[in-house]
């Protein structure tokens, strides 16, 4: 074999480069065992709380050794294999778009008192009131200004054409909900668009209806700052000149003065305690664990100097220690030293802290920004920026690439030419991004911002330029961290039950093909560690959609060698000798091979590029494992079957094992006599399940139809995947259940009466779910949530929210598919080169879809009900890539029997490619079906809707490649003879 060194050295560095990455999430889930044991109390409950302190108390520090180079607990998150939502739960963050700044923006910031105090009112009184916020702002209008109209404010320039001064309030108040609701969904769709670009697989966003308030599940979040930063910011790009150190030396030093007056003789415990009154619960911590884990600074241990003399001089500006930032913030805030400093400098944090050369310090340096006249308004802001995107700069670091407008190039030119030789602050929402010195005037709009960014930093700071504006701050009015969807024991069912069908796997195999089946199950066996290990390197999240990816990718990879086993030992049964029946097997069994990867990678390539969420989630694994399917079932198994073979013809190795040999072989069946009955049945189980879908309705998800949701606290832990199953039998509608911010609170969410939104339903669903928790678990109902008792349960908060699968969501599924079935059509025209084989491919594969649901709503009306959600999306893209495999390989045989013979007898021709292919079908998804099977019945309730639809979309997969595609063709292609024919005669 040529070039086996070459795959030898391949398969070595990826297998390096695999335990490589793989052993930081060894090193990862060791770290979080001990976190989750150092927060579980003596009842057994977990406090999510005290497990994440304890994670942010060793983020900077070295926690893992791998040969001499030392990580910190942040790059072993950053490395590790992540799980997704539903595997291992995440952050939960409810955000609020506040309405305050719509409605002042609308009135134009006037400075009119009546006006800023009827909003300053309602924003008081939006805390303890249920009501619309415009509402509370009218009804506060109206009492601070009786007769008055909104007109005298609303009616301003920008408004023409909209309010006018006789514009009557119901006419105005209808406007600013307008804008109000505009503005929560153009923030809803501006945070889904981060949150994708985040990198976090199958997130989960919500609106909480009736509110200005967003919903935001994020898997596996363990740094909360970089969540909140990315959530919060509203992208408010400005540009300053920036004051040098010694042209405010005399402000610091009078600030210092003050200081050390008002604090003469405090010792530094009193210190302490002055800078830790009022302090947050979060920043007493920080502090607590910053003093305990880093050093004390040696410029800073006197007692009777300001901590703003422990600053280190940096080259330009202040820089302080990280662990004295809130101490000095609290200087600084403080009106009597603040009003020291000159009227036109503002201080401003950088954005990330560093570490000097030669030290173990973490550094911030706070900048003097100009501010001419004090105002707020940057000589240059960030609504001139039409592009953003992360490059590399000319010493190969990380930096972001800016485009702007004319007007802002204009400005740019000028505000740069004025400013050479000094530095301009790039400030996103109050921090430092970067400050560069300005090394000569910039006469275009293109920009580099450049600075000491990781990939990451450029990344994050390009995506929220790319995001665009907020159209207005949000802000995070709660946070907590959520369990995953399935719980421990559903994880371990669902574990053990991919393992177990892979061991079935295995034996088949073994049992089937002898010593050639031992080489396919270490192809798969690298095949699986690669998919791992890459994913790993990339930083991607393995969720339940990426699993479906991998059953996929377990089926092509065991498909392949199938496809090369079956093509040696045909070419042996016709006496070819061994290594002659090798090297044919290989090289006819390659054409089938790429073209059915191809097909499968090009879908994946689309899914990844216009889908979301899920979607792409999907997409990801399945690329990753195709590629490494390819490379481990064709060019490792090569290398394998190679070294076996070293003695020639008179090897040992054997494809085949005594029973099997001519197993499935000389098999002559007309299948294609039976076409018509089989488009009989296809159409009347399609036609019956989408009728009863009709009048029945499918069981959608909470994922697709939103709902209610209730936080329900016990007096110990409850799992939520057992509660969730009990509850689907209390409920019509779908419900999720998950562990909210400790193992015994939970989050259940129902979309029964979904559509109901009066005080009657709401009561109704409430009242069911208590009853319903009560009949699952035995507890009992209390309304005394803090003091519960043993067997008691109690509701702490409720809320309406809206789907997850948000309408982009379907719309770039929907576009996605469409494209990909473009690009399928036209690769096998151009491969196959006959349009009959593109079109037959994409009916099969609508026909395939449609099957798929059909089982769903006739399985439903046996009793047997199961939930459209995301995941079941990921399992109809599973069904679409094996069946686009199946159809090909078959198609393969055919195009290679139309080639040695033509077309002369068609029906003949076709119903010996599928015969001579049926071995492959057959073996091929009996394999996956193993899998696929001991999950369905083994890996529990709460994955049963998706292993049946896998289960279904195999079998359907492999019936409608031989019944369906190769049937069409044949089909269109005689229609297309017969016409050719008639015009001859004609002629």
Known sequence: MQNKGVIVFLTVVITALCLYYLSFTFVSNGIQQTATEYATDASGNVDF??????????????????????????????????????????????????????????????????????????????????????????????????????????????????????????????????????????????LRTRIDRFGTSQPNIQRIQGTGRIQVELPGVDNQERVRKLLQGVAKLQFWEVAEVNEIGGAIDAINAAWVADNQGNTESEQDSVSMENMSEEDSLRMALEKQLEQIDPLNQSNDISPLYSLIQANYGLAYQVRDTVVINRILNNPNYKSLLPRDIKLLWGVKPVTPEGTDLEILELYAIKTPRGSDQAPLEGDVVTDARQVLDQTSRPAVSMQMNAEGARKWRSITAANVGRRIAVVLDDYVYTAPVVNGEIPTGQSEISGTFTLQEAQDLANILKSGSLPAPTQIVEESIIGPTLGKEAQSQGIISMVAGLVLVVLFMVAYYAKGGLVAIAALVFNIFFILGILAQLGTALTLPGIAGIVLTIGMSIDANVLIFERIKEELRNGVGLIASINAGYNKAFSAILDSNVTTFLTGAILYALGQGPVKGFAIVLMIGIASSFFSAVFITRVIVSWMSKKGDNSSISFASPFAKNALSNISFDFLSKRKTAYLISSGIIIIGLGIAAVNGLKFGVDFTGGRSYIVAFDEAVVPSELKVGLDGEFEGSVEVKTYGSNNVLKVTTSYLINEDDDASNLEVEQKVKEGIATVTGFTFTEDAENLQAGEFAITGSSKVGATVADDIKTSSAEAMIVALIAIFLYILVRFRKWQFSLASIIALIHDTLFVIAAFAIASAFGATFEIDQVFIAAVLTVIGYSINDTVIVFDRIRENIELRGTGKLVSIFNEAINLTLGRTLITSFTTLIVVIVLLVFGGEVLRGFSFALFIGILVGTYSSIYIATPIVVDLMKREMDKEKDAKKVA
Not at 65 to 77: R, S
Not at 127 to 132: E, Q
């Open 49 to 190: 709380v005290k497990r994440r302190a304890y994670l942010d108390s060793i983020w900077r520090e070295p926690v893992y050794n791998f040969l001499g180079a030392d990580f910190t607990y942040q790059e072993i998150k950053e490395t590790e294999l992540g799980l997704g939502l539903d595997l291992q739960g995440g952050m939960h963050v409810t955000l609020e778009v506040s309405p305050v700044e719509i409605v002042k923006g609308l009135a134009g910031n006037p400075k009119d008192e009546a006006f800023n105090k009827s909003v300053e009112d309602a924003r008081l009184a939006a805390k303890t009131s249920t009501d619309k916020y415009v509402n509370l702002f009218y009804a506060a209008w109206q009492q601070n200004n009786p007769g008055r109209n909104l007109s005298s404010i609303f009616a301003t320039a920008a408004n023409r054409g909209r309010i006018s001064l006789e514009s009557s309030d119901a006419e105005i108040l209808d406007i600013i909900d307008t804008e109000v609701e505009n503005a929560i969904e153009r923030s809803f769709n501006i």
